[in-house]
């Protein structure tokens, strides 16, 4: 047996790593939505009033349920358990479809009400208004972006797995993608109260 | 036994998580449709930072990674405040 230099708990940290300058990227949206939220609370008000509330709760659970499967997936392959590892990606990759799909029918929705940035009826609105839906699209269709990521990544992770490149024995690129698609997870954790929640 | 001192969670452990996070989730939207003023604010930071806890702890499984990892949370957390508190210091004395 040939020996191979690695290192998986170096190769984690490199992982954390770049998830902490995600975190930066994204503080810095929410420093902004903070900034115009003291400085137009009535209208963050109403607009988040526009927002619907069971559309996000919904794509909530599936996030939460999507970050369950991936965890799962990693007792399951260091178990060695192939077959278990390959359904629970593929339900996370199942989830992320999920959520895409809630957000276009979502969006279909508010740019059918004429909320879109850019939009007259958006500017009629007010300047707190216009400026609380720039933020929302800017920031969930960034963590959007986001989700496409780590669902491909996780699909790519899958084929691995099924081909046998990673098993029990080596399984990093797993664990990865999982820390990247928890923190999709955790941004949304954040997002949905401060932006569909606003009494 | 995987790594050194690394050992296997169980489903049932993050089944458990799961379920709080679900909990949390049903509180946050309860604890949004009753007025507390500036507090709602405060509510929801709390419990989104209590959720990401259980996250960062079970799902990314950081409880069981060395103190660098968790060095490196700290550290990325005070980076925000100082960012946070800086740009406010700003903008609350215009």
Redesign the interface.
Known sequence: MSHEHRDDTGARFGMWIFLYTEVILFSGLFILYAVSLSKFPEQYSIASHKLNIYFGGANTLVLLTSSLTMAMAITAIQRGRKKQTLILCCSTIGLALLFLVNKFFEWSAEIGHGIYPGSEELAAMGPGVTNFFNLYYFTAGLHGIHVIIGATLIGVVTVLVSKGRVNSEQYTLLENSALYWHLVDLVWIFLFPLYYLIL | M??SGHY????RT??I??VL??TL?AL??VA????LGAG??WV??G??AT??AL??F????LRQ??R??KI??L??LS??AI??GL??FD??YR
Not at chain 2, 32 to 35: A, E, L, N, V
Not at chain 2, 58 to 61: K, T
């Open positions: 995987t790594e296997i969670v169980r489903f993050f089944v998580i799961w996070l679900g989730t946050t939207v949004s449709r009753i007025d709602n604010i929801a930071l419990i989104a959720k990401s996250v960062i079970f799902f990314m499984n990674e060395s660098l990892f490196g949370l550290v990325l980076i925000v960012f946070i740009t406010f903008v609350l």
